[in-house]
């Protein structure tokens, strides 16, 4: 779908990203991590066609659209908006739509209603409204749980492995939550201006390259939730290997 | 009609009430005050500019404005210096330039004051013609190019991401403020041209729940100060353009003290 080859980005003489291999195929749930300054973000604005690359190719499928969601996003009170007008900024929709969209985002706002009363997690959800509003074939998520707490965030998570499953559509966020992002991931990128490893969560944890970014701690909260998806446990603790999520069965349906 | 000076005034002061209003939102919006300040302090490097060069000061306005406007956003992007010290830097020096290169006009003596401080009352019947025409196509960019603003002022990056070009759009945008400057400067003057960019759509935010009718808003506030403005000069022998900046604030405050006693019922 989205499939960036030797991508390399040059700043006022500063190599961002160097030699980045990436790509997101349908049904699946990418995510990106990596400390500051990594390049997470200019990564993601090289994809969507934002940045040009100094280097190396970003192919995407023809007719691809895309659905994004800032990173944050604020919005000068001087600037009086409701949130069926921020729905519809770049392309219009019936209000029976809105208020359908909104129903999936669990977002239980009047549509004329001012957005300048919306908490954060709020708005994330009424960002998340207006990118599948477009209907995307792709949805990219630059840090979707900030300003949300951690029971939002894994709500949030749900709510966008929800939306894969009922939009058939690839997702590529970057996250900073290790613990909960991964127990909803296909695919994680770890990047430090390259791609220091990627695989299955569980591959990754255990990456060398992911301890010394990372450390150890993060590594087990992650085997912890990447555990759990291998296998369930039984009653007085015996590992019941009963199914694979590799979560595999989304490619082939399509 | 046309014959009252009076009247002249009026119409010609409706006109640039309607450019500025939609596009003062967007200066407001956008926290752009001083950028507006910057480019209304250019407008007299351009008048002596247009005069040099046998073009009319409108035109020297025009093209200064949008070489100012240009290198405004160049510098910006360099982020050496803050936006704070790049317009301060580019608006001061300027206006300076303006004033010291309108004294090096030969056999030409420009009025100072009247580009300083506008001169409303003198505009001739051309001249209220062509601040129309000026008005008109400022205000028929801004509502062909609406949408595509009003997303990319909420969120540049989604707006990008979901397909407006940002570029030729605020290309686009930063022109019209200066043929909005161009054109207000014969009427409030240059030192109070942003006033008319900020003051109509801060009075008509106190009321608009919607973009479109914080512009709407801006444009009938702005109507109403220029109207009441040059009603108070003429009644009171006051300069004109600060009359309708006057008048303006006065709206404002008085929308603001409306507001404080009747409360918005929902929150806008």
Known sequence: MIEASGLRVERGGQLILNGVDLSVSRGEIVTLIGPNGAGKSTLVRTLLGLEPPSGGTVRRAARLTVGYQAQKLTIDPTLPLTVRRFLTLTRRAGDDKLTEMLGHVQLPAELDKSIHVLSGGELQRLQLARALLRDPDLLVLDEPTQNVDITGAVELYRLIQRTRDAFNCAVLMVSHDLNVVMASTTRVYCLNNHICCSGRPAEVSRHPEFLRLFGQSAADMLAVYTHDHDHDHGPGGEILHSHDHGHDHHDHAH | ?268
């Open chain 2, 1 to 268: 009609m046309l014959d009252d000076f009076l009247t002249r005034a009026v119409i010609a002061g409706i006109g640039v009430a309607a450019a500025t209003g939609p596009l003062g939102c967007f200066v407001v919006w956008r926290r752009m005050a001083y950028f507006g300040d910057t480019l209304a302090h250019s407008a007299l490097l351009g008048v002596a500019l247009g005069i040099a060069i046998g073009l009319s000061p409108t035109v020297g306005t025009v093209i200064t404005g949008v070489a100012i406007a240009v290198a405004l956003v160049w510098l910006q992007r360099r982020r050496t210096w803050s936006s704070d010290t790049v317009l301060g830097l580019l608006s001061h020096s300027a206006l300076a330039c303006g004033l010291i290169a309108v004294t090096f006009l030969d056999g030409v003596r420009v009025d100072l004051m009247a580009y300083l401080f506008g001169d409303i009352l003198a505009v001739s019947r051309m001249e209220v013609v062509w601040i129309w025409v000026g008005a008109l196509a400022v205000t028929c960019l801004v509502i062909a190019m609406w949408r595509p603003l009003v997303a990319l002022t909420v969120n540049e990056e989604t707006a990008q991401a979901e397909g407006v070009p940002a570029r030729p759009v605020q290309l686009a945008f930063v022109v019209m403020i200066a043929l909005t400057v161009a054109l207000a400067m014969k009427i409030v003057g240059i030192l109070l041209i942003t006033a008319m960019l900020v003051i109509p759509p801060a009075t008509a935010r106190q009321f608009a729940s919607t973009p479109e009718q914080m512009a709407l808003g801006a444009v009938l506030a702005g109507t109403a100060a220029v109207s009441g403005g040059l009603s108070g000069s003429f009644a009171w022998d006051t300069p004109a353009g600060p009359s309708i900046v006057a008048a303006a604030a006065a709206l404002f405050a008085l929308c603001g003290a409306v507001r404080a006693v009747f409360p918005a019922r929902t929150p806008t």
